[in-house]
C-alpha cells in the first residue's frame, strides 16, 4: 500500500511538474508571439473594455492565438490595471507582450487640434466638425445650445475659447474639447487679470477680454500688441471713438466679402465702433495670452492712431495731421505686395501626432483708403 501511494505521488508530482512546464511553455508562447499585421494598424479599445474582450476579439480577427494563455497572463500578473481606452499602433513584428506593455503604460495614439488666435467661434466649430476622431455631438445645434452643452447657459461663445494646440486621444467629443479649451481661457484670463496695471481701465476681467481681441484682431506683431492696447485705453479714457475695422467686419457677418466700404462704417450695430462709444458688447475673437496680457498692461504713450504699413505692422501718430500724412503714404500708395497683417507662419505637424485640416483665419482686414483704423471721428 505504501508503494502504490508513493508512487501515486511520484506520478502527481511528475503530472504536475509536467503540467506546470507546459503551462510555462505555453504561457512563453503566447506572450512570445509576434502578431499577425502585414502592415501597421491602429487598435481602437472603447471606454469600457477589457482585456479579456480584447485578446478574444484579437484571435477571432486572425491577430493573434492563445488567447487564453494571455487572459491568464493579465488575470495573475496584472490583476486591477485599467486597460486605457483609445488607439494603439500595432506594428509588424510587435509581439503579444509587447502590446500588453502598451496597455500597461497607456501608450495610447495622440492626436491634435490648433485652435488658431483671431478665429471666430464660426471657425471653432469648423475646425472641430471636420476632425475625423472627435466624436460629433453638436451637428445642427445654435451657438447658444451648444453653450447650454457646455454648462454654461447664457454664455455668449465669442472668445471664450483659448486658441492652443490640444492634444486627445480617439473618442473625445466635441463637447468635451470645448469644456477643455473654455475652462482653459479662464484660468488664463484669472492669471492674467491678477498681473494687470494698477490703472487698467476695466471693471472686470470680461472687459479686459473684450480689449484683447480688438489687439488680436488688429497686429499680429508682437512687439505691436502693447501699443495698440495703449491706443485704445487713451481713447476710451478721453471718449474717443475707438473706430477700429475689425469689429465693424464682426457686426458684418458672413456679409461680409473681403472689403470695407465707406456705407459699412455708416451701418449701425453695437459692434461699429465709428458709431458706438466704448467697448463692443463682446469678445470679437480668440485670444491668445500675449493679447491678453497687452490689454491688461497697455504702454504707456501718446499716440491716438495708427495704420497699417503694408508689411503687417502699424506706424502710430499722436496727431490727426500726422496720422493722415500716414495714411497718404502707406494706405492710398499701396505696394503690389500690400499686407494689414503678418504673413502667416506654417508650422510643420508632428508624425506622431495627426491633426486635421483647420480652415484658414479671416482675410486679412482691407480697409477703404480713407477709413483706416482708427480713424478721427470727425
Given at each position: 500500500m505504501i508503494r502504490k501511494l508513493v508512487l501515486l505521488l511520484q506520478i502527481s508530482l511528475v503530472s504536475a511538474a509536467l503540467l506546470v512546464g507546459f503551462s510555462a511553455w505555453k504561457l512563453d508562447s503566447a506572450l512570445k508571439q509576434p502578431l499577425k499585421l502585414p502592415q501597421e494598424q491602429l487598435l481602437a479599445v472603447p471606454a469600457g473594455a477589457t482585456p479579456t474582450g480584447t485578446f478574444n476579439r484579437l484571435e477571432a480577427d486572425g491577430v493573434l492565438?492563445?488567447?487564453?494563455?494571455?487572459?491568464?497572463?493579465?488575470?495573475?500578473?496584472?490583476?486591477?490595471?485599467?486597460?486605457?481606452?483609445?488607439?494603439?499602433?500595432?506594428?509588424?513584428?510587435?509581439?503579444?507582450?509587447?502590446?500588453?506593455?502598451?496597455?500597461?503604460?497607456?501608450e495610447v495614439v495622440q492626436y491634435s487640434l490648433t485652435l488658431v488666435e483671431g478665429w471666430n467661434f464660426r471657425q471653432v466649430r469648423t475646425a472641430l466638425a471636420k476632425h475625423e476622431k472627435i466624436v460629433q455631438t453638436l451637428a445642427g445645434l445654435t451657438d447658444s445650445e451648444v453653450m447650454d452643452k457646455l454648462g454654461h447657459p447664457g454664455v455668449f461663445p465669442e472668445g471664450r475659447f483659448f486658441p492652443d494646440t490640444y492634444r486627445f486621444v480617439r473618442g473625445m467629443s466635441d463637447v468635451e474639447f470645448l469644456k477643455k479649451a473654455y475652462n482653459r481661457l479662464d484660468d488664463v484670463l484669472a492669471q492674467e487679470w491678477s498681473k494687470r496695471a494698477a490703472d487698467a481701465p476695466y471693471t472686470d476681467p470680461y472687459q479686459a477680454l473684450i480689449m484683447a481681441s480688438l489687439v488680436e484682431k488688429e497686429t499680429g506683431v508682437p512687439q505691436e500688441r502693447g501699443q495698440i492696447a495703449g491706443v485704445f485705453v487713451r481713447r476710451l479714457k478721453i471718449g474717443m471713438l475707438l473706430q477700429t475695422d475689425p469689429t465693424v467686419i464682426y457686426g458684418l457677418g458672413e456679409r461680409y466679402n473681403g472689403k470695407l466700404t465707406r456705407a459699412h462704417l455708416k451701418e449701425a450695430n453695437p459692434y461699429n465702433t465709428y458709431m458706438v462709444a466704448g467697448l463692443p458688447p463682446t469678445p470679437i475673437a480668440m485670444v491668445g495670452r500675449e493679447a491678453i496680457h497687452a490689454a491688461l498692461n497697455p504702454v504707456p504713450g501718446s499716440s491716438l492712431y495708427f495704420v497699417a504699413r503694408g508689411d503687417g505692422s502699424h506706424i502710430f501718430s499722436d496727431n490727426l495731421d500726422a496720422h493722415n500724412a500716414a495714411v497718404r503714404e502707406f494706405q492710398l500708395k499701396r505696394r503690389a505686395d500690400y499686407r494689414s497683417s503678418p504673413a502667416p507662419v506654417v508650422k510643420p505637424l508632428e508624425d506622431s501626432a495627426p491633426s486635421s485640416d483647420a480652415p484658414a483665419p479671416d482675410a486679412p482686414i482691407e480697409p477703404a483708403p480713407d477709413t483706416t483704423a482708427p480713424q478721427s471721428s470727425q
Open positions: 492565438d492563445d488567447a487564453f494563455w494571455l487572459r491568464l497572463y493579465w488575470r495573475f500578473n496584472l490583476d486591477g490595471q485599467p486597460l486605457h481606452s483609445g488607439e494603439y499602433r500595432m506594428s509588424p513584428g510587435l509581439t503579444a507582450e509587447g502590446l500588453i506593455g502598451l496597455w500597461q503604460r497607456g
